[in-house]
């Protein structure tokens, strides 16, 4: 089914503010409290909503450095590219893992303590992943801008 405006409106507030309460959604887009909810199950059961989470503090759990890690496998074939991807899908400080198109085959990005930490996190996991040809870290400085919100 395709989003109309509501609830285009809907998705905008519940992605800046999920535990929002349904009266306080309701209110805000100008909607009846049962019709709120009878679109919002419709947005989770259609898996517009995919899942609510509690967005955490890095600094305050100690992993403020954000390193970006390119890594060229050997080959593209199928096996190879799955094996990498079962393998790196296995390490705890890698936030997300992309398959690219360009000079890398994929772009991780990673957390940790400090460039010690990332020594360790490179030392015991990276450096075993399958069939790496190349990889090149660059550690983020500061972050000016992020968000999980998207377009809606």
Excluded at 133 to 143: C, D, E, I, P, W
Aim: some cysteine; proline content about 3%; charged content about 25%.
């Amino acid at each position: 089914m395709a989003l109309d405006a509501m609830d285009r409106r809907l998705l905008h507030v519940l992605q800046r503010r999920g535990r929002i309460s349904n009266a306080d959604l309701a209110e805000e887009v100008n909607l009846s409290a049962s019709a709120c909810h009878r679109r919002v199950q419709r947005l989770e059961a259609e898996g517009y909503i995919r899942d609510y989470v509690a967005l955490l503090d890095p600094r305050k759990l100690g992993v403020s450095a954000t390193i970006f890690v390119e890594i060229t496998l050997s080959t593209q074939a199928d096996d190879v590219l799955e094996a990498f991807e079962k393998a790196v899908a296995r390490i705890p400080d890698v936030l997300e893992c992309h398959l690219t198109a360009g000079a890398a085959d994929y772009i991780l990005k990673v957390v940790a303590e400090s460039t010690e930490d990332f020594a360790r996190i490179h030392r015991q996991y990276l450096t075993r992943l399958p069939n790496v040809a190349k990889m090149q870290s660059s550690f983020a400085l500061r972050t000016v801008f992020s968000t999980t919100a998207l377009p809606v």
